[in-house]
């Protein structure tokens, strides 16, 4: 009486629709892209070039210069926000964390705010802040008799991009501070009173209970700003254009791509090229997630409460 | 005597570092937002100050309304947004369903490759999507957007769904199955209303990034009667960036919207995030 087993479409039915619009609009456009970068254009016709795009972009002093540029501007777009964004982050989390602080709720959602804007806000309005012609920021450092500091920072070469990068700090802040605090909230009583019990209280019990036990998050907080740092464009194409001025200097590879893509003033798109940039970012970003993965996830310990 | 005030002055501490960085993080906002209401000459003779009836103006707001279409712009905004949302959501609980359910060949290969987007930028892919969209004839409209979005948003949204399935009882699913329910009805009448606090986490999560983005409506959809709020506000202020009240008042109006959001699901967003949603 053994009844064959059915064939069960309900799970198909189920599966289809997401399956079907992730492949068609994500995956293989992506790997598409990836293809289209070993084509150019000749004569208003698609032929296959093998790797020579990627010579260009690597070999040719016009291409490479911008390249390396714009990837050289990632890396210290990225490292200011290893380096201001994921610190503050903690430590705002970790006086939100502590048990008795009042108007915690109120403080979190306030310093929140930043990050719901949209990069044109963001971008606008720091640059309108940041100018010399409104004098908000010259008027400020006037007031605590610092005036000589002021410089147009956007518009210098040597502080565009360190600049931009703040801007961007500031905005994200929140994610960081949000991750981190409730890490700290899952940690355990019972292991904070064991270490109060051992006399490890205050600051040395951040460092030295709390601190590696919020690892594993620290670890994915890193992993989330590379990719989202090697992917930016927003806030540079809002505040500074396709140009990424001043001379290149906020370039990074997002608008550097954009450029390429979609031409700029004389120049015209080269979507070859454009997909060239893109395998590039690519390969960078796979590196990064590859790292994270085998690299630091597992060998972090984690621990099961 | 001396652990008491140590303690207080430990509060203190904090509640200064936090109020300070608060006001960092606000003063932007609310610089842009008073200054809009004032007129020209006072925005540059005395940018801090509070609009009062000598300096209040609303000469901005006039100038944004009369030259950009900022009513289209954000039903255009509203539509992407909750046609988005309404795709991740349905299609995104199907596949969790499916994939947190039932025990079929390929489940753990299919769960890996649903996650793989994750952690992988959909705009790597924009040359060839942009392709497609041209070859389909969906540029410049907003079914181009609404796709991108909802192929963005759905790896996560599986991801998160799938965790809060695992957790719904099988005892109900298999009353419901002596009672005669089809695996659609358990989906939709059982299991669906049960998950709805995790689907709510999903929406707000996806609902800010699509609201905001420049980078999709700039390639596919930059004609005049499909931009979005965040791109019609980018392009009007590109052209009137002379226009001190227009631009604030332009910024102040894109805010708007984003904030009324957030009041209304701030609340949701910080249990979701705070929730472990994210691991």
Known sequence: ?305 | MNAVRQNRLNTFAAHGALVVYVLIALFPVFVIVINSFKDRRSIFREPLALPNSESFSLIGYETVLKQGDFFLYFQNSMIVTVGSLFFILIFGAMAAFALAEYRFKGNTLMGLYLALGIMIPIRIGTVAILEMMVQTGLVNTLWALILVYTAQGLPLAVFILSEFMRQVSDDLKNAGRIDGLSEYRIFFRLVLPLVRPAMATVAVFNMIPIWNDLWFPLILAPAEEVKTLTLGSQVFIGQFVTDWNAVLSALSLAILPVMALYVIFSRQLIRGITSGAVK
């Open chain 1, 1 to 305: 009486m053994a009844e064959k087993p059915r064939f069960r479409w309900h799970i198909v039915v189920f599966l289809a629709p997401a399956v079907l619009v992730y492949t068609a609009v994500m995956i293989y456009p992506l790997f598409n892209t990836l293809r289209l970068s070993l084509f150019t254009e000749v004569d208003q016709s698609r032929v296959f070039v093998g790797l020579q795009n990627f010579k260009t972009l690597f070999g040719d002093t016009v291409w490479s210069t911008q390249f390396w540029n714009a990837l050289g501007n990632n890396f210290w777009f990225f490292m200011i926000h290893m380096l201001v964004q994921n610190p503050i982050g903690v430590a705002l989390a970790a006086i939100l964390s502590h048990p008795k602080l009042r108007f915690a709720s109120l403080y979190r959602s306030a310093i929140f705010i930043p990050t719901i804007l949209s990069f044109v806000i963001v971008g606008f309005a720091w640059k309108l802040i940041l100018s010399p012609i409104w004098g908000i920021a010259p008027g400020m450092l006037d007031a605590v008799g610092l005036k000589a500091l002021y410089a147009p920072w956007l518009g210098k070469e040597a502080y565009a991009l360190t600049t931009l990068s703040l801007v961007s700090v500031w905005q994200f802040v929140g994610i960081p501070m949000m991750l981190i605090y409730a890490a700290l909230l899952s940690i355990p009583d019972e292991i904070l009173e064991a270490a109060e019990v051992e006399g490890i209280t205050g600051l040395s019990s951040f460092w030295k209970i709390k601190l590696p036990l919020i690892l594993p998050s620290i670890g994915i907080i890193s992993i989330l700003t590379f990719v989202a740092n090697f992917n930016a464009f927003d806030l540079i194409y809002a505040a500074q254009g396709a140009l990424a001025g001043p001379d290149f200097s906020t370039d990074i590879l997002g608008t550097f791509m954009y450029r390429t893509f979609f031409g700029f003033q004389l120049q015209l798109g080269d979507p070859h090229m454009g997909s060239t940039i893109a395998s590039a970012m690519f390969v960078i970003i796979l590196i990064g997630v590859c790292l994270y993965l085998f690299g630091i996830q597992s060998r972090m310990r984690r621990y099961q409460f």
